[in-house]
């Protein structure tokens, strides 16, 4: 697939499309979001634990894990399942985190702080939507098929933030628009002598419906939208994984890491094309605004 193919497939993925354990999704989950895939080590202590098309990201460490993203509500028990299968405990799972507060990326968050006891720490700007099951989402407020059981939160925090836990430091940049609290997770990790910048990024994908310009889906939606482009632009990646599987090609990567490594995942520019196709698909829709 070509780069510039795969980026615009990303764009789509990432929109709210209600989309099974086997090779691939089912007939009625085409984009694999309910469907369970084996775990997969990346590069050192990170390990993709969520769907086939949804990521969660298991971050170990000696003093106990983090884990980012929960996919969709039903997602719960197979992500349980995967942590298992990677051979750690869910209840040493201290933090866990989110790239934004959409049922795609949340939607199992309180039962997996059930499970896990872990504290849930979120940006400023996604902890009332988190708190409410998504009822007070700008844009999926109103439709009950996007709501997702409530979460309560242990800790808000702010850009540039840095969780750390048993030697492991990730850094929290907001990435606002897609949410107001959307967050892109930052770390550095080794691994063979050599090191790895990594990107948990959140989307910046404009859902049908969202308001730029006129009568704004929340007062500084488009100006937090440029900010979002600019960061994630100019951000220096060696490894971009996204929250939707598609968005990296995921599943390729993980075939070619069987001979490759940690390298089949080295993509530096990746994000940056991104951000600038998103960036694209946004000025089409804020001069259609205009």
Not at 91 to 108: E, M, P, R, W, Y
Request: proline share 6%; hydrophobic share 40%.
């Amino acid at each position: 697939m070509s780069s510039r193919r795969r980026i615009l497939q990303s764009l789509f993925c990432c929109a709210l499309l209600v989309v099974t354990s086997g090779a691939g999704p089912a007939q009625d989950d085409p984009d694999g979001w309910k469907t369970p895939t084996a775990p997969t080590r990346i590069v050192g202590p990170i390990y993709y634990v969520g769907t086939y098309g949804l990521a969660a990201y298991l971050i170990t460490t000696p003093a106990g894990h983090i884990l980012i993203d929960g996919a969709v509500p039903v997602a719960g028990p197979d992500i349980v399942s995967a942590i298992e299968a990677a051979g750690f405990k869910p209840a040493d799972i201290k933090i866990l985190l989110n790239t934004q507060a959409h049922f795609d990326h949340v939607g199992s968050l309180a039962h997996l702080k059930q499970v896990t006891g872990g504290r849930v720490v979120v940006m400023k700007g996604d902890e009332g939507i988190l708190a409410s099951g998504g009822t007070t989402d700008y844009l999926f407020g109103p439709r009950a098929e996007y709501h997702f059981p409530a979460v309560k939160v242990d800790e808000v925090i702010g850009d540039g933030h840095v969780v750390s836990l048993g030697g492991v430091s990730l850094t929290a940049r907001l990435t606002p628009g897609h949410t107001p609290g959307t967050t892109t997770w930052t770390m550095t990790v080794r691994e063979g002598g050599q090191s790895y910048r990594v990107a948990f990024a959140g989307s910046t994908f404009v859902n049908p419906g969202t308001r730029l310009v006129k009568n704004p889906s929340y007062v500084g939606i488009e100006a937090d939208y440029r900010r979002s482009f600019a960061l994630l632009e100019s951000l220096p990646v060696d490894m971009y994984l996204a929250a939707h599987a598609q968005a990296f090609d995921f599943h390729a990567k993980r075939e070619r890491a069987k001979s490759e490594g940690p390298r089949a995942f080295v993509d530096p520019d990746a994000l940056r094309q991104a951000a600038v196709a998103s960036r694209a698909a946004f000025e089409k829709l804020v001069a259609a605004e205009k």
